[in-house]
Nanobody, 117 residues
Framework: QVQLVESGGDLVQPGGSLRLSCAAS????????MGWYRQAPGKQRELVAT???????NYADSVKGRFTISRDNAKKTVYLQMNSLKPEDTAVYYC???????????WGQGTQVTVSS
């Protein structure tokens, strides 16, 4: 079955960097679009970045120039490199996979990112 496992979340100081990973299994990874979303306490889940099966990327305005999404099809893993982190980046970060022919998307369990001094 489809499985997504996020890792890399941590407590980091403002201005610091983190790299999140999402390891995928149960489907042909190279066929799927992948995305990172986040949810802060009391807020709705929001898009952070997406990458299509062909490698096209899209970012939320709030993270443009600071975050980079990438994928390694051989390792079946999608990454989110986060630089110049701000306290407002604090959230649980979720990995998502989707395909146009699927009835619904799949989500990972999330990884906590806390930006605080």
């Amino acid at each position: 079955q489809v499985q997504l496992v996020e890792s890399g979340g941590d407590l980091v100081q403002p201005g610091g960097s983190l790299r999140l990973s999402c390891a995928a299994s149960g489907f042909i990874f190279s066929f799927n679009g992948m995305g990172w979303y986040r949810q802060a306490p009391g807020k709705q889940r929001e898009l952070v970045a997406t990458i299509t099966s062909s490698g096209s990327t899209n970012y939320a305005d709030s993270v443009k120039g600071r975050f980079t999404i990438s994928r390694d099809n051989a390792k079946k893993t999608v990454y989110l490199q986060m630089n110049s982190l701000k306290p407002e980046d604090t959230a649980v970060y979720y990995c998502k996979t989707y395909r146009s022919t699927w009835p619904s998307a799949y989500w990972g369990q999330g990884t906590q990112v806390t930006v605080s001094s």
